[in-house]
């Protein structure tokens, strides 16, 4: 659960950085400089994984029932999209002391061996993994380990929490996350209850994962120790941390969020750094998080305002293009697909405001658009496990241009990050096979009475690179079979 005041916090930040300002904090005491681990080599992720293209599911608006049946309801279409991982936000019940909002967050859990009984009873949700894992999806869901709602049943337990050293009375994490009480890991007790709820849900409701919450403020030892005891339990599962640590890449995690290249695409998209920000913040990223780290990329989520509506429509589907081609695993989140407006991130996390799925009528060919990207990467191990090289362009304040690389195969990216048309060079080597235009086609499809030359004008011919002509907000992607 990451409210603005710590989003803005994260933006750009190095793990450093971020040590130095909970180095601070009464709360968290002394803490020592982070270690550097740019030389050691990220723990190993299952082929799934790393092919991975993740769906998060905010059980309340995710359909207009709010429940699990609501969401098994709907596992075809998501099938059909292509996703492979399911997200789910918090399940258990919201707490109601101190709530914020009419409904209170979900991140604010009262028990967490407990459903949320507006979402549904066991059976529901038992019925929800059971059909996913029958169309070959995974199901995580979200785990908030670092603080409890004010009314949580682990309260018969005071010693689990953080007090205020003066007066003694537990506390919040942060003062601005009121409704919730910190969680004491120095107490092993605390860590062996935590340790056991997490196994409950994998052998009782056979998970595939979790999604941490704000991870970071969990010692990290905690995490490793976990990733331990749950593989002893099922060795085939994700463990996603919500944080920009690149310690958790080494033993206890599979995924952490890449937060800095997040705000690098806000501010590129809303005209605040050229273009190359995105290529820098991505070089800094990459040179501080151990080899072969599994980035999460992603534009739009739970704590933002959609991505749509920060964005505009022309740029979040440009944001959407270099997601989806990055190195890492994308994220596409809650009704993202059909261009989804509603309100999310706080104060909307705390209300009830369902997808509004008829939207999808004002940009009829944007599921067509996100499926097709989805069918790209998941298709391809070039975009999959390919090392990314950016290339030089004639305007690279504007334009982005890389390559990737696996497989005998080789695709080039291109994306117009401006209003403004671009007609230029690229740094393309063209020696060998050419390039095929391989784009996500958001035209309308053509009738079935289209004449012969309407349908040669839509085949998607090699290409004339290095020279490339876009549109504003324009992108290109083309692939070629390398000898």
């Not at 999209?81 to 919201?94: A, C």
């Not at 995974?138 to 908030?144: E, F, G, L, S, Y």
């Not at 913040?281 to 080899?291: G, K, Y």
């Not at 020696?431 to 996500?440: H, K, N, R, S, W």
Request: aromatic share 10%; charged share 25%; net charge neutral.
């Amino acid at each position: 659960m990451t409210f603005e005041r710590l989003l803005v916090k994260l933006r750009d930040i190095t793990v450093a950085s971020l040590m130095t300002a909970s180095a601070s904090n009464p709360l968290f005491g002394q803490t020592a400089a982070p270690r550097d681990v740019s030389n050691e080599t990220a723990r190993a992720s299952r082929p799934w994984v790393t092919s991975g293209v993740v769906y998060e599911i905010f059980p309340r608006v995710f359909s207009p029932e709010g429940t699990f049946d609501g969401i098994t309801a709907r596992l075809d279409r998501l099938q059909d999209l292509g996703v492979n991982i399911l997200w789910l936000m918090p399940i258990h019940p919201s707490g109601q002391e101190r709530k914020k909002g009419t409904l209170g967050s979900p991140y604010a859990v009262r028990d967490y061996y407990a459903l949320n009984p507006d979402y549904g009873t066991k059976e529901d949700f038992k019925r929800l993994v059971n059909e996913a894992h029958r169309r070959g999806m995974k199901v995580i869901i979200d785990v908030v380990a670092n603080h409890t709602a004010w009314d949580s049943v682990m309260m018969k337990t005071p010693e689990f929490y953080t007090r205020d050293a003066a007066t003694g009375k537990i506390v919040a994490p942060d003062p601005g996350w009121s409704d919730v009480a910190d969680l004491n890991y120095d107490n092993p007790a605390l860590r062996r209850y935590m340790l056991d709820m997490l196994k409950f849900w994998l052998r009782e409701y056979d998970l595939d994962g979790f999604r941490c919450d704000v991870s970071w403020l969990v010692p990290t030892d905690f995490w490793e120790q976990a990733r331990v005891e749950l593989e002893q339990l099922k060795p085939d599962i994700i463990v996603l941390s919500e944080s920009n640590e690149a310690e958790h890449m080494l033993k206890a995690f599979d995924l952490n969020y890449a937060w800095p290249f997040f705000h690098a695409i806000n501010d590129v998209v809303r005209g605040q750094q050229p273009a190359t920000h995105l290529r820098q913040t991505w070089e800094a990223e990459r040179a501080r998080n151990p080899r072969g780290a599994l980035r999460l990329h992603f534009s739009d989520n739970h704590d933002e305002r959609r991505a749509i509506a920060r964005l505009g429509e022309r740029g979040a589907w440009a944001a959407s293009v270099l997601t989806f081609t990055m190195d890492g695993v994308p994220l596409i989140y809650n009704g993202m697909e059909v261009g989804d407006t509603m309100e999310s991130g706080d104060p909307a996390l705390f209300e009830r405001f369902p997808i509004f799925w008829p939207i999808v009528k004002r940009n009829p060919e944007l599921p067509r658009f996100y499926k097709e990207l989805i069918a790209l990467r998941r298709q391809h191990p070039a975009l999959q496990q390919g090392a990314l090289e950016w290339l030089r362009n004639s305007d690279e304040a504007r334009v982005v241009t890389y390559r990737r690389r696996a497989g005998g195969e080789e695709f080039l990216i291109a994306i117009n990050f401006s209003p403004r048309s671009f007609v230029g060079f690229v740094e393309a080597d063209t020696l060998g096979a050419a390039f095929a235009d391989v784009t996500p086609d958001m035209r309308p499809p053509l009738p079935a009475t289209a004449t012969a030359a309407e349908r040669e004008a839509r085949l998607r011919p090699t290409t004339g690179l290095p020279a490339l002509a876009l549109d504003g907000w324009g992108y290109r992607i083309f692939r070629r079979t390398m000898r």
